[in-house]
């Protein structure tokens, strides 16, 4: 492994963490990655740039110009200089720091993420789907696929009718109202926490229970109830 | 608050299947919680109990995987309270379980109570078999387990029953099938229970088949273990057609049917090899251990189905699924009779059975195989259909039936439906 480059054994470590490595060609210099919603930027300052003031000024520079929401950086450095560097400098800009040696790479100091002052709105590519409102948006689906069903049915049966009747006037009644439509839910706020405000579960589209068993104790007759 | 508001919020399900407990508010959308129907009496007079532990009598729910110990123990102290779909009268350790798991159902619940909540509308679902005394003891437990004020109101429906609510369909014969029995119920708005036909067969009949078949293809060592085996049966398992065309056909092209099972982690690999044609032997005894060949098994030890009289049910051994159907819906009016056939609801994990490709017409799924036993008595026109969430259309149903019975429908312990009243406070 010391064998390879710097560049790759860090680009192991990051895939290892469970990174992903990104094609970013707008900081020359720096290794990006993904990881989960943040980007991570690496400026690696070899023993030779080390040794260098103006090198060592620059890296830093550089890295904290590119400090903004949602970026992590690191410088990366090699061990043997690392008591040259005051961990309190890189705190107090939010920079991590990885010491690296022929054997391994360690992250000495986490870096900071930005905070943004205000809500972030996330973005469509980093934003990680809420499941309730994907079990939401399923049980829309199901609910319209459903509609769309009967509306071809409608259609089909309307048909029928028109066909079969041509010379009659058609009277047809307005429908029941549907029974959730007049239902004025969530007078007071109620602590629901799995299902939305005013939403019912799936299964009870469209079924005919609900009317049956609404009349229970009104309609006395079940002559089959044994 | 109106009343339909209320139960919009406050309706609980609970269903006592015969190995899980399936559990939760109207909040919860399509998937309520499952734990199993299960509870472990550990030992309090263990000397390490009294220093340290502070169990409760039973312990049900995700903790009870901690409290096990050696399998010994196991057989008296962990008690699967529904195995049968039925409690005896007597038998307090497994109404002290169903009782933990009600307290566990509602605790996995909090509610605050300045938002309106005067206590769930529980619909707690038993098998169709379960006689009156079952619904006496579940009601009392609510009422005696009330001291929290979480139960307004309770409830009990018959499983085929909340099935076929669940699947929204309000005239239809329900199967449903479990591990240790099976039940026919006929529904018309209401469940018809005394046409019910009950079966003593089930989906551990379908592993002592397979264990027996495991015997005799060399795996003697492997039959004994019963969660290898039902894996085994779910893995080769097949429903024939036509049992005598499909072994004829298996037996003429052997490759085209062998039968192997590689159990996952370890080196153990069975193959059926010649034998691969008795996989459609575990499908078959499933919906009809009437076939001569499954004397020898029979002959040779395997317990033959018999008929148990529980309660006041007579559980029918050797009766196939195709009898059992046409027992139920002779047993309802005439004229019902047409629309009971047309709408014929399987539920339970015993009528999952896979039909690989490239055995489609000798191996069948559940609904063919039922279609086929009707049309040998002569039935023709019917419909048999599974139920669209086999684990949670129990759950379904009581969920709709919690929110759809007005209010003020009142217990009746002849109909066996209705609002049994705990709490006594409206939610006016």
Redesign the interface.
Same mark, same amino acid.
């Not at chain 2, 109207?26 to 399509?30: A, F, P, Q, S």
């Not at chain 2, 018309?188 to 046409?195: D, E, N, Q, T, V």
């Given at each position: 492994m010391a064998s390879l480059p710097i560049e790759q054994r860090l680009l192991h470590y990051f895939l290892a963490m469970g990174a992903q490595q990104s094609q970013d060609s707008s900081n020359p210099g720096t290794l990006s990655f993904l990881m989960g919603n943040e980007r991570v930027l690496v400026s690696i300052l070899t023993a030779v740039d080390a040794i260098e003031r103006n090198r060592v000024i620059g890296t830093f520079l550089r890295v904290s110009s590119l400090r903004s929401a949602g970026i992590q950086l690191y410088v990366a450095v090699p061990r043997l200089l690392g008591a040259t560097f005051d961990a309190q400098i890189f705190r107090s800009s939010g920079i991590g720091l990885l010491l690296f040696d022929d054997r391994r790479i360690e992250e000495t100091i986490k870096p900071q993420s930005v905070q943004s002052p205000t809500v972030m709105q996330p973005t469509l590519t980093n934003a990680t789907p809420d499941p309730t409102v994907l079990s939401e948006l399923a049980s829309l689906k199901s609910m319209y696929d459903e509609m769309e069903r009967n509306m071809n049915r409608m259609m089909a049966e309307f048909k029928l009718l028109r066909e079969n009747a041509p010379t009659h006037t058609l009277h047809i009644q307005s429908p029941e109202p549907v029974r959730f439509e007049s239902t004025h839910r969530a007078e007071t706020p109620f602590q629901s926490t799995m299902i939305g405000e005013g939403a019912l579960p799936s299964f009870f589209t469209n079924n005919p229970w609900l009317d049956v068993l609404s009349k229970r104790g009104k309609t006395e007759a079940a002559p089959f109830a044994g | 608050? +109106?009343i339909? @508001?209320y139960r919009?919020?406050y309706t609980f399900g609970m269903d006592f299947g015969t190995s899980d407990f399936k559990f939760g508010p109207?909040?919860?959308?399509?998937n309520p919680r499952i734990v199993n129907n299960r509870g472990y009496f550990p030992d309090k007079s263990s000397l390490v109990y009294r220093a340290f532990e502070t169990a409760a009598d039973v312990v049900v729910g995700d903790e009870v995987p901690l409290y096990l110990q050696s399998s010994e123990d196991l057989t008296s102290r962990l008690v699967y309270p529904m195995k049968n779909g039925m409690i005896d009268k007597d038998d307090d350790s497994a109404w002290k379980v169903v009782g933990a798991l009600c307290q566990f159902g509602l605790d996995a619940f909090p509610? +605050?109570s300045n @938002?309106?909540f005067r206590g769930y509308n529980i619909v707690a679902s038993l098998s169709a078999v379960s006689p009156r005394y079952m619904y006496e003891r579940l009601l009392e437990l609510f009422r005696e387990g009330n001291a929290s004020g979480k139960v307004r109101a309770v409830t009990v429906v018959p499983q085929p029953f909340a099935v076929?609510?669940?699947h929204?369909?309000?005239t239809c014969v329900v199967i449903e099938s479990g591990h240790g029995n099976s039940q026919v119920c006929?529904i018309?708005?209401?469940?018809?229970?005394?046409?019910q036909v009950a079966l003593n067969r089930g989906g551990g009949d379908a592993n002592a088949v397979t264990s027996e078949i495991l015997k005799d293809a060399g795996y003697g060592d492997l039959a004994g273990e019963e969660s290898l085996v039902r894996r085994v049966k779910e893995s080769i398992g097949l429903v024939p057609g036509d049992l005598d065309a499909a072994i004829t056909e298996a037996k003429r092209t052997p490759r085209k049917f062998r039968a192997k099972h590689k159990v996952p982690g370890t080196r153990v690999e069975i193959d059926l090899d010649k034998d691969s044609w008795t996989r459609f032997l575990i499908g078959e005894y499933v919906f009809n251990p009437n076939h001569e060949i499954f004397e020898s098994y029979f002959g040779r030890g395997m317990p033959r189905p018999r008929d148990v009289k529980m309660g006041e049910t007579t559980f029918r051994g050797m009766l196939d699924f195709g009898d059992a159907i046409v027992a139920s819906v002779e047993r309802?009016?005439v004229e019902?009779q047409p629309m009971l056939y047309r709408e014929i609801l399987l539920s339970g994990g015993n009528f999952s059975w896979r039909v690989p490709e490239s055995m489609d017409g000798v191996a069948v799924d559940a609904q063919t195989k039922v279609k086929s036993l009707l049309r040998m008595k002569g039935i023709r026109n019917v419909s048999v259909k599974m139920t669209t969430?086999p684990q949670f259309s129990v759950w379904?149903?009581c969920?709709?039936?919690g929110?759809?019975?007005?209010d003020?429908?009142?217990w009746d312990w002849q109909?066996l439906?209705?609002w049994m009243r705990i709490s006594g406070q409206s939610a006016d």
């Open positions: - | 608050m +109106t339909e @508001n919009s919020h109207i909040t919860c959308g399509e509610v +605050t @938002n309106g076929a609510i669940g929204g369909v309000t006929p018309s708005k209401y469940p018809i229970r005394s046409a309802c009016p019902l969430s379904h149903g969920i709709i039936y929110f759809a019975v007005p003020d429908y009142e109909r439906e209705g």
